[in-house]
T-cell receptor, first 113, second 115 residues
């Protein structure tokens, strides 16, 4: 049972354009959502988070949007840069104090110069 | 301040051997989590430990796998009698107490290959 789904295994975007990565979840009890970025042969690195009390969180070029009614979140990267090429994982967990993050299968982003 | 340190980075074992994966959390982090990534899949939770305690091992296979986080030294994930299906990347992560809402810091992983 895949509770967190990233239905696009890969995405290619031209440098300078917007990258939009999508994530859907099934568990309405999820309250905290994260995006991680992963380069080959490295561990995931934290990128940005959002809690269910918000619908948007912005950090520089990265913005995460949360639509609770649709159980959908997205990561926007504007403008995209070649260094953003990596695999992006979304992850979700329950209420504050819980610890088990459920990860999606990842989307491989390629930013073309 | 070193990050989460995992070793070895790569480990090759023959079927039936034992694999030991080590993880030293970030300084000040007392919570350790192990995740496994099978090829073409996402990260799957295996176990959550605090010093000398296994808090949640619900993601660990019932047999052959064990984990510990002793009072002194790194956390160890041990896989006995490895099989080809154990080949995966094993990631350790850590967090300070009470900061789980803000994600974990991951190590670079140990890539286990069973031949």
């Amino acid at each position: 049972d895949q509770q967190v789904k990233q239905n696009s295994p890969s995405l290619s975007v031209q440098e300078g354009r917007i990258s939009i990565l999508n994530c859907d979840y099934t568990n309405s009890m999820f309250d905290y959502f994260l995006w991680y970025k992963k380069y080959p042969a490295e561990g995931p690195t934290f990128l940005i988070s959002i809690s269910s009390i918000k619908d948007k969180n912005e950090d520089g070029r990265f913005t995460v949007f949360l639509n609770k009614s649709a159980k959908h979140l997205s990561l926007h990267i504007v403008p995209s840069q070649p260094g953003d090429s990596a695999v992006y994982f979304c992850a979700a967990k329950g209420h504050s104090g819980t610890y088990k993050y459920i990860f999606g299968t990842g989307t491989r982003l390629k930013v073309l110069a | 301040n070193a990050g989460v340190m995992q070793n070895p980075r790569h480990l090759v074992r023959r079927r039936g051997q034992e694999a030991r994966l080590r993880c030293s959390p970030m300084k000040g982090h007392s919570h350790v989590y192990w995740y496994r990534q099978l090829p073409e899949e996402g990260l799957k939770f295996m176990v959550y430990l605090q010093k000398e305690n296994i808090i949640d091992e619900s993601g660990m296979p019932k047999e052959r796998f064990s984990a510990e986080f002793p009072k002194e030294g790194p956390s160890i994930l041990r896989i006995q009698q490895v099989v080809r299906g154990d080949s995966a990347a094993y990631f350790c992560a850590s967090s300070p107490p009470g900061q789980e809402d803000y994600g974990y810091t991951f190590g670079s992983g140990t890539r286990l290959t069973v031949v």
